[in-house]
């Protein structure tokens, strides 16, 4: 039987990002096969090029044993192979058919046959989806089983699925390879992509790894352990968020108290992302919220930044009540910033890197003086940034869209702690980040840390999350449910309070207590 | 490093070079297509542009063109697109010769206050469209649009016998301003260069210098090309909105000056109208840029010269219309053509400097 | 870059300056011709305007034809300068034009200051007055036609409900809606008037026929029965709304519309069209330049000497010529006086 996808010496350049050389991948039919790689190591750029959406520069791709060359995913789609994107591309004012249906409208029509056809796969492959829900009533696990009837809809034989983990919380993630393992029973052939050691383990029967744009190893689960699979994938040192000792000080540097924010989206539908906050952070700790994403981090970080405006509470830095000052003042009063998304709120893309330098501290040394900029002092500090800050690019003059993405945020992270602040909010800090750019972020943070720095981490990494902070707390819904100990926490129990399933204090055990402050946890104590 | 700068000249030459080849040659189809001699077309325009009071008068058209671009792209910087200039500047222009026309005070009073009544009325009229899309969230092209035709009806109301005009001949027009409040002039032959030369070229200075220089301006370039970064970066992308909105404005305000203090010395029914739009496409034409707009100005001042000139030699008279049309489509997609494939070339010698750099830190590894 | 920037700067500002300044070069204006004939600069609109522009190129015409002067036609854009019909006035005498005519009032001005440039040229205006003494200004009683375009309209309407549509609103026009009221409201005083214009003061008035149908719709639906246009080309748009409509008359302006060909399949609706003969004066001042005894100053073209008149084809208004001989007469006698600007 021909491999469902052979993949044979794909190359592709691209500017100033890991690209792929060499891949050689071979994927059995009626498999699930995990592709495992670190974030930028050059996964998703494959699997785009599998699906049509970009063309290798060099090499094959065979499906069912044939040749072929794809232009577009249409071509793709012609070849049975479908798409789970890691963002969901749903409507979310239509219903689970309309989504379903749209742009397939001659497959199976609109109406009654449709229908039948969705529930008939829905019933096959147990993904249990109702066809007349409004999409925007559907939770992130329910939207992307939507995702995948889509893709089935449309005929797909091969899957392939984007870190489709990434959103789910853990009760969720054995749900979806429940389905996996149902469609794999099927014939079906799913491609399955991760950085997450041990679901891949679990779920795969073949695992490839690829490091720094190409595969290096081909393995089967039977015969690896997690260690050496995650030793394929960064090579042979193994960077550890681990922080050691505490540095943590009874000097309360950012307190958040009973922030609360109702939003209404553009159907005028109120909804409360912030509910009650209330966190201390001290000088010197790191505090880290965990949370499936969408649950008000985001919301939090802007409402500390004073890019939103809360409906009621306040937030006091450093003793002084900041809950009315603009961002502009908020930045010159201490705080650094380093946000989720660098592209829409960290850079200017098409600014040289020296103007990026001078983004987000425009009124302060070196870059102003007066009212006036002060180019020269701001062009040498950029040098210098570029040099501490290792940022890997031939000059400051080029723009900050040709460099990758690591080194896109050290220049952020270098911009933020050259103006020593007293408090760093970073969000998702490594975040499509290289394994060498990663490290060096993490060791600022630690850097910054020992040195009397505040930190509100935000990460969707729970083992950055548990590695970096000196205390944890739990996300949801807006709330701030749950708080935990990063020394005996583990994964699988964050995960499961980040459902909602448990509040309080997590011990080791996993059991929700009482929601008593352990004296020896000050940053916790509101 | 070198390398890169050396680039960047050569693409800063390339796009206007390509936009006016390519201009050129379409024009030349076009004037083919309609039966006579581009190249002799080309040759009546460069003799008859490059006359003597030719040059006078086109530096004289292009002031007010320029200080319309100007006045756009303030708007076009801030990614604000403020078509409402024409409004702006004809109800501004209104106001200061109405305020103009009723003192008669020394010229070095009322010249500097005739000029500051226009520039806040037009910063009023172009701040009204700034504090909808504030407050409102309206778009500013759909106000500014509409408030062009309501500052035509308010000067068509105002502008009649009776109210703020009065009757000469079959013309309605303010009273004239006093002679001691003409602006002066460049003494040139055969016809003098007007004064307000001098305003247009610190203008320009002026918001080159804000743009560049100060903090402000790196401001407002940072809302211009990202909102979402301005915001996080602690601009306030609703006070930059209002502010350039008025600035803008005031900027449009100056645009009917030197027609009024030096031509019309009042506002009448044949006050020009559309300068507004003309400076929708220099700004286009010029790339924002002062320099730009400024040789865009004299280009579009040289066309028109040149066309009426044409018109003689028998071409179409909207030859000329065409040109301009053509030579903005032209500008604006070598531009963009430009700056792509610059900022591929960017990534690409960025990637290549960064792989070489790479390679020789793994030789260096490997033979230590 | 910046460096560079400011480098060009300097050098185009200084370059521009140096050549303004030195006035290095030739100018133009040293440049002569010999008579060439006639040269007419129009207002937007251009020679095609079915109306007051093609009044004045019959003008042209009949020389042409008449005398055997040669001639130069010159259009206005839309939103011009002093400055570009200065220039287009300079440019037909520089080029040995004479006379040179600017059509309409917005040549008032530049054609007086371009006169004193060129001494030995004659300068003519239409519907504008002469300041310098190698002008001659044609200026018309439009609001005496227009008296009787409102008596025979009154008389006309079933419905007792006239309209008038004007261009821009400016003084010229307004003249025009001032004598039509009047007309009206002295023939029928019960009937209803309803005046509105294109553009409070924008030329494109003078060359958007469509909005003149939209204007000329609105008033149809309304009831209104009768509607003179004063818009330039515009009133075409008017003129076509208004045949639609079965039972309902249009009044046009200037040239006599029912003759014109571009209005051929409307004309059975054109109940009379008020006549300025523009035509005329300009045949005037063509032949007086040709005479070697140029026209200058001011002259007014009145109802009394037809100078202004209602156009009689098509014979719509034959069965009340009595009622308006009556009225002209009255006006010519200065029994009537017509005002200028409309009752407010």
Known sequence: ?????????????????????????????????????????????????????????????????????????????????????????????????????????????????????????????????????????????????????????????????????????????????????????????????????????????????????????????????????????????????????????????????????????????????????????????????????????????????????????????????????????????????????????????????????????????????????????????????????????????????????????????????????????????????????????????????????????????????????DCLRVMYRGRLVADADPATITPEELGSAMTGAASGHLTASGEAAHQEPRPSQEGESE | MKKLDKNKLILGVAAPVLAIVAALAITSVIILATGKDPIHAYTVMADFGSKSDSQVWIVNKAIPYYLSALAVAIGFRMNLFNIGVDGQYRIAAFFAAVVGGALTLPGFLQIPLIIIVAMLVGSVWAGIAGLLKTTRGVSEVITTIMLNSIAAAVIGYFLQEGRLAQKDGNLFHTPNIPSSSHFFTIPTTPKPLDGFLVVAVIVGALYWFVLNRTRFGFDLRTVGQSESAAEASGVSVKRMVVTSMLLSGAAAGLIGMPTLLGVSYNYGTDFPIGIGFTGIAIALLGRNHPVGMAAGALLWGFLERTGTQLEFEDYQQEIVGVMQGVIVLCVVIAYELVRRYGLRLQQRQVGEELAAQARKTDKAEVSA | ??????????????????????????????????????????????????????????????????LGVKSKLMTAKNGETEADREQRLSSLAEAGYNPVIGVGFNYGKSVNKVAKDYPKTTFGVVDSGATAKNVYGMVFAEHEGSYLAGVAAALKSKTHKVGFIGGVNNALIQKFQAGFEQGVRETDPSAKITSEYLYANDDKGFNDPAAAKGKAKGMLDAGIDVIYTAAGQSGNGSIETVAGKKGTWAIGVDSDQYLQPGLAQYKGSILTSVMKNVDVAVFDLVKSVKDKKPLTGDKLYTLKDNGVRLSTSGGFIDDIQAKLDAAKEKIASGQVKVGESPKK
């Open chain 3, 1 to 66: 870059m910046h460096r560079v920037s400011k480098i060009v700067a300097t050098g185009v500002a200084t370059a521009a300056l140096a050549a303004s300044l030195t006035a290095c070069g030739e100018s133009s204006t040293e440049a002569g011709g010999a008579d060439k004939g006639v040269g007419l600069a129009f207002d937007v609109g251009g020679r095609d305007d079915h109306s007051f522009n093609e009044a004045a190129s019959r003008g042209v015409d009949k020389a042409g034809k008449e």
């Open chain 1, 1 to 469: 039987m021909a491999p469902a996808v052979e993949l044979r010496g794909i190359t592709k350049r691209f500017p100033g990002v890991v690209a792929n050389h060499d891949i050689d991948i071979t994927v059995r039919r009626g498999t699930v096969h995990a592709l495992v790689g670190e974030n930028g190591a050059g996964k998703s750029t494959l699997m785009k090029i599998l699906y049509g959406m970009q063309k290798p520069d060099e090499g094959t791709i065979g499906i069912d044993g044939e040749q072929v060359s794809f232009h577009s995913p249409a071509d793709a789609i012609a070849r049975n192979i479908g798409m789970v994107h890691q963002h969901f591309m749903l409507a979310d004012n239509l219903t689970v058919l309309e989504n379903i249906v749209l742009g397939g409208e001659k497959l199976h029509g609109i109406g009654g046959r449709a229908r039948a056809e969705i529930v008939k796969i829905s019933d096959r492959y147990g993904l249990g989806v109702r066809p007349d829900v409004l999409v925007e009533d559907l939770g992130v696990a329910d939207r992307q089983r939507v995702e995948i009837l889509k893709v089935l809809y449309r005929g797909a034989r091969t899957l392939i699925l984007d870190e489709p983990t990434a959103v789910l919380v853990p009760q969720e993630v054995d749900a979806l390879f429940d389905n996996l393992r149902e469609l794999k029973a099927e014939g079906l052939t799913v491609i399955f992509i991760s950085h997450k050691l041990g679901e891949v383990l679990s779920v795969a029967d073949d695992i490839t790894v690829i490091r720094r744009g190409t595969t290096v190893a081909s393995v089967v689960p039977g015969e690896t352990t997690p260690k050496q699979l995650a030793e394929l994938m960064v090579g042979s040192e193994l960077p550890s968020p681990q922080t050691r000792e505490s540095t943590v000080t009874d000097v309360r540097m950012l307190e958040v108290e009973g922030l609360r924010l109702v939003t209404a989206d553009a159907e005028g539908v109120r909804r409360t992302v912030l509910d009650e906050v209330s966190l201390t952070i001290h000088k010197g700790e790191v505090l880290g919220i965990a949370g499936v994403e969408g649950n008000g981090q985001a919301e939090l970080v802007e409402a500390i930044m004073g890019m939103r405006h809360p409906d009621s509470g306040t937030v006091t830095l450093d003793g002084t009540d900041i809950s009315h000052a603009a961002t502009r003042t908020r930045r010159e009063d201490g705080i650094g910033y380093i946000p989720e998304d660098r592209h829409r709120h960290g850079l200017l893309l098409e600014a040289p890197l020296w103007e990026n330098r001078i983004l987000g501290h425009v009124t302060e040394r070196p870059n102003a003086k007066g009212r006036l900029l002060d180019l020269k002092a701001a062009r040498a500090d950029t040098e210098r940034i570029v040099t501490e800050y290792d940022v890997r690019t031939p000059g400051i003059e080029v723009t900050a869209a040709s460099l990758s993405g690591g080194n896109q945020q050290k220049l952020i992270v270098g911009r933020e702690m050259s103006h020593h602040p007293k408090l760093l909010i970073a969000a998702h800090p490594t975040r499509g980040v290289d394994v060498g750019a990663q490290a060096q972020i993490w060791d600022q943070i630690r850097t910054a840390r020992r040195e009397g720095l505040a930190v509100l981490l935000i990460s969707a990494d729970l083992d950055e999350l548990i590695g970096l902070s």
